[in-house]
């Protein structure tokens, strides 16, 4: 790898001589506009005056280069994250993948358009995000809950990302950049770019963490849908050509909500390398395009839907001038710095909020980033590409990033749909300030980095215990030392109470905590103290089911039936779609014999999920409602399809002999007998009905 990129950089044969101090690449600045870019964008079909520059031949890439630079960057990425297909499953994981019924079926497709709910379990980390659930349901149809085919889809898709961005580099750095002449080859420019996006360890996150395929689908259409705008704005502009980039643009909103932010980064474009003025109608005609599929995709959501994902990322009570002020300290201090030095990345890392402006790495950060963006306004007639990749990273970053307060400060994979466009700076800046040979010297060196601290990160997913010890070694907040306590399969290790207190001493309301601290309590025997905390969980979220589901398990753990099956029912009537709910509220009202609502709670279940065992509870209840016929209908098909289930024999025999059928009873007693020999009442019934017969 560093081989090829030494030798490929180095090569061009337009290569002169830079400064140190100055961007000899670009024209000089001044006020009057270069002949490139003298005109404004010419009439529909026709391209942009500025736009193409002159080329030489030697300049062009030959097949065999494109087919170098696609098969090396390919090769990397596979290399890269080649130990990553057996790494486990992590955080919402669990609620959207392997306890989630709404991807055990593709069909029907549009399920997934109509009910944000196929998306997880869970309610408050629900979001409308179709794309996902339905790429979740491909995965399960083709390899069921496989790992190694839900990490071989997240690396397929940000392979793909990787390739799109090596032609976008190639696009903006070969037709839309200000200088006629360049020391290195666009394409070779745009390989280095592609070959760092595709594996530095930021890009690594969203690669294993399964569940952060909504990122990886959105960027992969995010850059389909920007390609397509920039070759069109070059080549003309037509109703075919805007329809792909539109349903690109809304794949990708389908994807994720972050791409909402595209209509900004048309004006940008427009604005630096369109050379158009923001006084003029065409930029925002442009940026309304992408605004109007913005506004129906939040529409549909919100009117006809009736959902809002901004009401399960929002913070309550969170203040927007405090999260801004830690967005601006996080940029610098901790986003900034993952891209240069990855190792300390990792999931859940503590922060401490920033309160004023005066705090010096809050005023460091702000003038930071002042700083970048009016470097961006004064280059952007001289230097429009470098203009324009600083304003598409910040405007990137402002969904998650600003001023709207989410529930996680820092979350270390947000900088992956910016990256590119730092990376291409950050090529550009080096081929203008540094030597050539040092230049291709050091970016060999910070591939192979990146990919080696790749390798060596994805080793940390492997399982929950690796990935949240990881992560208190660098700095963990609460959410890390509940997740590591939860992970340690030994109940009785000391270190599980440790975490759990520790997580409740960071943040005392925290419900969670309070749930696993007092389950753990129940089973160590101190059971009014484990009661105390799940009580306390309800009372800090009384709308939370999943609170009184637990308390309902406490309850029945600690011998309060009655009060443990009111628990079950009011979370199943508070989650009617959650089948672990409905299941445990069906068992409970058995427990009080309230046979005909545990019926109810099981009818339910069975039309979420038709795979669901729900037969040998539901002919208990029909047997013990009287409904016998019912009842030895339901035990066959269960025997049917689990032979060895030696108590659904046993009911089977029993509902058989109370009809009257005593041959077929005596079968399924002698089965029940083979499988169980101990099994005295089993013996009575069999010696009973050969009785009956002999009679």
């Known amino acids: 790898m ?52 002159p080329q030489s031949d030697a300049m062009r890439p030959g097949s065999r280069t494109l087919g170098l630079h696609l098969a090396t960057l390919a090769a990397a990425v596979l290399a890269t994250f080649a130990n990553t297909l057996g790494n486990g499953f992590h955080l919402d994981d669990f609620y959207r993948v392997v306890d989630n019924p709404g991807i055990h079926r593709v069909w029907p497709i549009w399920i997934h358009f109509l009910d944000p709910g196929t998306m997880a379990t869970l309610d408050r980390i629900t979001q409308f995000r179709p794309l996902l659930p339905l790429t979740l349901s491909l995965n399960y149809a083709v390899a069921g809950d496989s790992l190694v085919g839900y990490h071989l889809a997240n690396l397929a898709i940000h392979l793909g990302s990787t390739l799109l961005v090596y032609a976008l580099s190639v696009e903006l750095l070969r037709h ?62 037509t109703p075919a050509r805007w329809a792909c980039v539109l349903v690109l643009f809304a794949l990708a909103l389908l994807s994720k909500t972050g791409a909402i932010v595209a209509p900004l980064l048309v004006l940008l474009f427009e604005w630096t390398l369109g050379r158009q003025s923001l006084r003029e109608v065409r930029p925002y005609v442009r940026a309304a395009a992408f605004g109007l599929v913005g506004v129906a995709f939040l529409a549909y959501s919100r009117l006809v839907l009736g959902f809002s994902d901004l009401a399960n990322v929002i913070k309550e009570g969170g203040s927007p001038s405090t999260y801004a002020l830690t967005q601006a300290k996080l940029h610098l201090t901790h986003y900034l710095r993952n891209f240069v030095w990855p190792l300390p990345i990792r999931q859940s890392p503590l922060v401490v909020q920033a309160t004023s402006v005066f705090e010096p790495a809050v005023a460091l950060a702000l003038t930071f980033i002042i700083a970048t963006l009016i470097f961006a306004f004064r280059w952007r007639r001289t230097h429009p590409l470098a203009a324009f990749s600083i304003g598409a990273y910040w405007i990137l970053m ?6 709207l307060p989410f529930y996680h400060l820092a979350v270390d994979y947000r900088p992956y749909p910016s990256s590119p466009f730092l990376f291409l700076w950050v090529s550009m800046a080096s081929l203008a300030w540094l030597p050539r040979r040092m230049t291709t010297a050091l970016a060999s060196i910070v591939v192979v980095l990146m990919a080696t601290a790749s390798v060596y990160l994805n080793t940390t997913w492997r399982t929950e215990e690796a990935l949240w010890s990881y992560s208190l070694k660098y700095g963990g907040d609460s959410l890390a030392h509940l997740n590591l306590a939860m992970s340690i399969s030994d109940r009785t290790d000391p270190r599980v109470r440790f975490h759990l207190e520790e ?26 103290a484990g009661l105390a905390h799940c009580r306390r969980a309800v009372e800090l979220r009384p709308d939370w089911p999943q609170a009184h589901y637990w308390l309902s398990r406490a309850l029945s753990l600690t011998g309060n039936a009655g009060a443990a099956a009111d628990e079950a029912v009011l979370a199943a009537r508070m989650a009617p779609a959650h089948i672990m709910y409905l299941m445990w509220a ?78 077929e009873a005596i079968a399924h007693f002698e089965r029940t007998l083979a499988l169980k020999p101990d099994y005295a009442e089993a013996r009575q019934h069999l010696a009973t009905c050969r009785a009956k017969l002999s009679e």
């Open 503 to 528: 997580a409740l001493r960071m943040t005392p309301d925290y419900v969670l905590a309070h749930i696993d601290l007092g389950l753990l309590q129940i089973q160590q025997g101190q059971h009014e």
């Open 586 to 663: 069906a068992l409970n009202e058995q427990g009080r014999k309230h046979y005909r609502e545990s019926l109810a709670y099981l009818a339910r279940v069975e039309a979420i999920d038709p795979s669901q065992d729900t037969q040998f509870m539901e002919g208990f209840a029909l047997q013990m409602t009287g409904d016998r016929a019912g009842a030895i209908r339901t035990y066959l098909q269960l025997v049917a399809s689990q032979p060895r289930h030696v108590q659904g024999h046993f009911n089977l025999a029993f509902a058989l002999m109370e009809d009257g059928r005593f041959s």
């Open 398 to 403: 402002l969904p998650e990033s600003s001023v």
């Open 2 to 53: 560093m081989v090829w990129s030494a030798q490929l950089i180095a090569d061009s044969p337009h290569a002169v001589a830079m400064s140190n101090k100055t961007w000899k690449l670009h024209t000089p600045r001044s006020k009057a506009k270069s002949p490139a870019f003298s005109g404004h964008t010419a009439s529909c079909g026709q391209p942009p005056q500025g736009a193409r520059l």
């Open 176 to 237: 839309w950049r200000a200088e006629t002449k360049a020391a290195h080859s666009p394409e070779h420019v745009a390989w280095f770019v592609a070959l760092l996006y595709g594996v530095h360890p930021v890009s690594g996150i969203p690669v294993n963490y399964i569940c952060a395929r909504d990122l990886l689908l959105m960027q992969f259409f995010f850059l389909g849908s920007w390609l397509a705008f920039v070759r069109l704005r070059r080549t003309g502009e």
